[in-house]
Each structure stands twice: as C-alpha cells, then as structure tokens.
C-alpha cells in the first residue's frame, strides 16, 4: 500500500514566523502535490513538483514556496506566515506513467493555524 | 477554473439516494471522484476518462457527459459509511508536459440512522 506521511497533524504558529511542513512518500512516486482545503473551496493546488528539484506553480502559490532534494520527501514552507494561511494543508503523490488516468494518494493532512 | 460541485451538502437519512454533481466551465478530459472522510486522507473512489462512461462498485457509481463538461456521482440506498466529503478532479496539462490534478470545491455529505 502506497503511503504518504506528513510530519505533523496539528500545528499552532505565530504571525510571521517560517513554518515548514514536510510530506514523506514510500513508493518512489515521481509527482508530489501541494493542497490546500478551505470550506466551500475545496482542495486548491498551491505547488506541485514532477522531479527532484523541479517544480511549478498551482493555482494559489502567493506566500509559499517548496523544496524537493529528495524523490521521497517534498516540503511547502510559508516563509512568513500570516492568518489568511491557517488552513489544512494535504500532500499527495502520484506516479507518472504518461495517462491521465494515474491515481494520486493523499496524507492524512496537517492543520495549521497561524495567530 | 475550478469545477464546481452541487450541493455543497446534503444530509440523508440510511438508505435514501443522492446524486452529486460536478460541472466545469473548461473541458473536461477525465473525471476523478474522492471521499475524504472526517479527519482521514482523501481516498480515491473511481475515475471516468471517456464522454459516455459510466462506472460504478457496490452502491455508487458515476457518469461522465464529456459534452456538457460535467459529471456526476449517484449513491444508491447509502449506508452511515458513505458520509464523508466528496470531491471530484479533472486533469489538467502543464507547462512541464506533464498533468495536474484539479479539484472541485467539495460536496459534504450526512447519513444519518
């Protein structure tokens, strides 16, 4: 069974302050996906990456960047967070076979709140 | 650009059916539906990649209507398993020729006893 982990579930930070939240794949999937899931808008794409070290923007990248150096572990950082970003944030990974058909495997997600 | 889902949520009593809808106003190429239950990981139900198509296991099955860019899930006699929240997903090309995953703004549903 594919499995992706995020570091943590909850998490409490400061106006301000540099939040990382790191997501950990075990199946050598090529693709990982950056979400964010707010009510009513559901899961919006913030960054996504198809290698190490390659990346691209999603739908909503404003205040956040990532980090890829390893195939298994794929970072979003908020480099000075603010309260518009408290949220849950979901990882996903997926393989690349070329269809459009692949499926993508969620963690469980990490809630932020930012104060 | 993001699909949108009708309803946004729905509440029905254990073996009552509903539909879910997922209408998109760029064309759709395939049709993803996840269930994401209460404090769980989205997982994923089932994926449409035809005009026409229609799928489905145990008491929910979808349909894709390539034409009018919308899809839609039906829950048949649903059961206190099926409430979660559900989102449907479309893929998208990008400018790294690979695709992305687009998902709609979510439909939660209640099955209550």
């Known amino acids: 069974d594919v499995k992706v982990t995020q570091s943590s579930r909850y998490l409490v930070k400061r106006t301000g302050e540099k939040v990382f939240l790191e997501c950990v794949q075990d199946m050598d999937h090529e693709n990982m996906f950056w979400y964010r899931q707010d009510p009513g808008l559901g899961l919006r794409l913030i960054y996504f990456s198809y290698d190490v070290k390659m990346k691209e923007k999603g739908d909503i990248p404003e205040g956040y960047s990532v980090s890829r150096e390893k195939k298994e572990r794929f970072s979003l950082i908020l480099e000075s967070a603010s309260t518009n970003q408290t949220s849950m944030y979901l990882c996903?990974?997926?393989?690349?076979?070329?269809?459009?058909?692949?499926?993508?495997?969620f963690g469980p997600g990490t809630r932020l709140t930012v104060l | 650009q993001q699909p949108v889902q009708s309803p946004q949520a729905v509440i029905l009593r254990e073996g009552e059916d509903a539909v879910i809808n997922c209408s998109s106003s760029k064309a759709l190429y395939s049709v993803h539906w996840y269930r994401q239950k209460h404090g769980e990981a989205p997982v994923f139900l089932m994926i449409?990649?035809?005009?026409?198509e229609q799928k489905g296991h145990d008491k929910i099955s979808a349909s894709f209507n390539e034409k009018k860019q919308q899809s839609s899930l039906y829950l048949t006699a649903s059961q206190l398993s099926y409430s979660g929240t559900y989102f449907c997903g479309t893929g998208r090309g990008t400018t790294s020729g690979t695709y992305k995953y687009i998902f709609g703004t979510g439909t939660r549903l209640k099955v209550l006893a």
């Open positions: 449409l990649l035809k005009g026409g």
């Open positions: 996903a990974s997926r393989r690349t076979s070329g269809r459009i058909g692949d499926t993508q495997y």
